[in-house]
């Protein structure tokens, strides 16, 4: 029996990995995304070699030094003092482990559990459907925060913790999505066909449908790693989040949130690799879903 193929098939492995790489050499905001990420991947990689000094190194005798370029500050500490005298370069530099380790595991797993569930929903419709999406709307129904508030006083703050409880309450949204993707998908002909020459469920799902939902997939996947890092930020301000003596970005901005006004640098340098790291992670998302897309024309 001969396998009815939708137009989404890829070639062999190296043909595909040229016409990648093509594609992003010709994409501005996509080459900027990857030069970005990499950087980052390659900063809280080799942290141990690339930060000055030891995070967790305290200094009294440097405590709201301000960054080297402004009038007062040390040349030694080029990002400037804490409110303890750590340095703000190197707490940097070890927070993009932590934070991009919170962000982007939480992400894979809620993205899993919520292409699974989307999936099965979509394509078997019926009782499974109804109940699966009343499942979603059971989990909307829980503030976020307020779920992972709980979650983290039951079973204590910490970074697997902290991986499983975003995971948990952010699968809903690729649920809704892939789902919605799938009602669609299904009822094109190429998977009316592979379905009357007898092809199994789950190799329709595999080779037909996932690809065709592949692009909104890695959409939310990627606006998703901003909002994970805010809501990593946001448990880190209420003491729930990364604790101390681990590094993350959001512990920098909270403790730097009493000072805003008279040491600016404190939470607005963390908050600028945020930004930035959150952006590249989008351009790049981007540049991905213009790709992987099967309706955009190349």
């Not at 995304?33 to 190194?57: E, H, N, R």
């Not at 500050?73 to 919170?102: E, Q, W």
């Not at 805003?260 to 930004?275: K, M, R, V």
Request: aromatic residues 8%; proline residues 5%.
């Amino acid at each position: 029996m001969t396998l009815i193929r939708s137009k989404t098939e890829t070639p062999n492995t190296q043909k595909l990995s040229i016409s990648l790489l093509k594609s992003l050499l010709k994409s501005k905001t996509g080459i900027v995304g990857f030069i970005i990420l990499v950087a980052v991947v390659v900063v809280a990689i080799f942290a141990p070699i690339l930060a000055p000094y030891d995070p967790t190194l305290i200094n009294p005798t440097k405590m709201l030094k301000p960054p080297s370029w402004i009038e007062g500050g040390d040349p030694s500490h080029l990002f400037g003092t804490d409110n303890l005298g750590r340095d703000i370069l190197s707490r940097i530099i070890y927070g993009s482990r932590v934070s991009l380790l919170v962000g982007i595991s939480a992400v894979v797993l809620a993205g899993i559990i919520g292409m699974l569930v989307g999936l099965v929903a979509g394509f078997y419709g019926g009782w499974v459907d109804m109940i699966l999406m009343r499942l979603v709307d059971s989990f909307l129904a829980i503030p976020n925060i307020l779920f992972a508030l709980v979650f983290l006083a039951v079973f204590g703050p910490s970074v697997p913790t902290l991986i499983i409880v975003i995971g948990v309450t952010n699968w809903v949204a690729y649920a809704r999505i892939v789902r919605g993707e799938t009602l669609s998908v299904k009822e094109r002909e190429f998977v009316k066909a592979a379905r009357t020459i007898g092809v199994k469920n789950s190799l329709i799902i595999v080779r037909h449908i996932l690809p065709n939902v592949m692009s909104s997939f890695i959409v939310i996947s990627t606006l998703s790693v901003a909002s994970t890092i805010i809501l990593e930020a946001s448990l880190s301000f209420l003491g729930l989040g990364i604790q101390p003596p681990t590094v993350s970005w959001g512990g920098i901005l909270s403790d730097g949130r009493d000072y805003l006004a008279t040491s600016w640098w404190l939470a607005t340098l963390p908050g600028l690799a945020i930004t930035v790291t959150v952006l590249g992670i989008i351009f790049l998302g981007d540049w991905l879903r213009d790709v992987l897309d099967p309706r955009t024309e190349r």
